[in-house]
């Protein structure tokens, strides 16, 4: 069984990135194809980066980069979960992509985006160069959520059909392990 990482990108107060990880996590769990690990980047608190080796020498001086590496390592496959910040992606998962380099090397990964009339589409593109240099593979079926806002109701997030094939497709894409890149 392939193990799987669901991170959760946005760490402010109020958001709505557990809403959208727990529907993703209920798929996941529904759809039994999958070890799942949770990567919450509100709790994993990293600070900014403060290893003073380059990541692709994996010698790493602190406790906490320590952990990121073993669980990242252990992931199979990865789904992040990313609302769209100033047509962007968040700060906290660029520096949580930037602890590591090995670890995300190869591994397939999917998008669920989030965030206005976009639906998150500028944070995936500009997140993409950064997995593409990762060596991370995508996959074709990435889940795009408009107005995320009017499908959370107390903390609870309500998918379309559209999302709910997305999510689908994208699931059983990583666990097959095929990804757009080969
Ligand atoms: C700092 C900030 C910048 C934002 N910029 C955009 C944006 O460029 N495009 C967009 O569609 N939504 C934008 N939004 C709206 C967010 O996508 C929306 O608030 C979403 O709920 C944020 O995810 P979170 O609740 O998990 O933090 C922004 C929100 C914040 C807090």
Redesign the pocket.
Known sequence: MRRLLVV?????P????PA?GDWVVTRVHEHGGFELDIADLAQLQLPFLDEPAHPRLRTYSNQHTRLWSEQVERADAVIFVM??????F?APLKNALDFLFHEWNDKRVGLVS???????T??VVAVQPVLANLGMRGVHSNVEIAW??EHVTDGVFTATERHERALAAQLDELAVGQGQHG
């Open positions: 959760i990108a946005s760490t402010r109020g958001r709505v990135g959208v609302p769209e910040y100033n047509h962007s968040t989030y965030g206005g009339l976009a639906g998150g500028r944070a995320v806002a």
